[in-house]
Antibody
Framework: EVQLVESGGGLVQPGGSLRLSCAAS????????MSWVRQAPGKGLEWVAN????????RYVDSVKGRFSISRDNAQNSLYLQMNSLRVEDTAVYYC??????????WGQGTLVSVSS | DIVMTQSPLSLPVTLGQPASISCRSS???????????LNWFQQRPGQSPRRLFY???NRDSGVPDRFSGSGSGTDFTLKISRVEAEDVGIYYC?????????FGQGTKLEIK
């Protein structure tokens, strides 16, 4: 059974940093692109970042470029999102997703990041 | 960025009646191979999003056949032939043709 479990969310002050983790199990992690998608409270969905199977390609939405960094450890079956210079508008539930254009997709339950003073 | 526009944003439906959600993209979602990367997601209250359809009309595993996806180019539709109580939630279209991938605003389906 495929499982994606996010962790690392919490309350942080504006300008602070957090590192989110996503532990994957139930499939061969190294064979799939992985993504982070976020949802501000009561709002819609925003695709934040993507990373290729071997880490050779990364993509970010403009609103997080230069502040967020996606990475992965295929040996540990883990995906990460390093978030620096956090802003109030980064407050959201962050979902880890094994997204695919044609194969079955899987999403985690999400971890809440709150940026507030 | 490609803008995805859904209508209606609120959709009250009587149980057993049909429902339809429209989604329009600001640019064509067809790639050079002729694939159209338009997905539909369902988000039930308190749950993570779940993809229902990929490439317009390909139903994901476990999605009831009362759901259907259609459309081409820049205009797409999600239909539910007979709404059931478990269909309550927010529905999003999403384009995966061009980075950054973008979602529509969401359509909230509720039971009348």
């Amino acid at each position: 059974e495929v499982q994606l479990v996010e962790s690392g969310g919490g309350l942080v002050q504006p300008g602070g940093s957090l590192r989110l983790s996503c532990a994957a199990s139930g499939y061969t992690f190294s064979r799939y692109w992985m993504s982070w998608v976020r949802q501000a409270p009561g709002k819609g969905l925003e695709w934040v970042a993507n990373m290729k199977e071997d880490g050779s390609e990364k993509r970010y939405v403009d609103s997080v470029k230069g502040r967020f960094s996606i990475s992965r450890d295929n040996a540990q079956n883990s995906l990460y999102l390093q978030m620096n210079s956090l802003r109030v508008e980064d407050t959201a539930v962050y979902y880890c997703a094994r997204a695919s254009r044609t194969q079955r997709e899987f999403w985690g339950q999400g971890t809440l990041v709150s940026v507030s003073s | 960025d490609i803008v995805m526009t859904q209508s209606p944003l609120s959709l009250p439906v009587t149980l057993g009646q049909p429902a339809s959600i429209s989604c329009r993209s600001s640019q064509s979602l067809v790639d050079s191979d002729g694939n159209t990367f338009l997905n539909w997601f369902q988000q039930r209250p308190g749950q993570s999003p779940r993809r229902l359809f990929y490439k317009v009309s390909n139903r994901d595993s476990g999605v009831p056949d009362r759901f259907s996806g259609s459309g081409s180019g820049t205009d797409f539709t999600l239909k539910i032939s007979r709404v059931e109580a478990e269909d309550v939630g927010i529905y999003y279209c999403m384009q995966g043709a061009h980075w950054p991938y973008t979602f529509g605003q969401g359509t909230k389906l509720e039971i009348k």
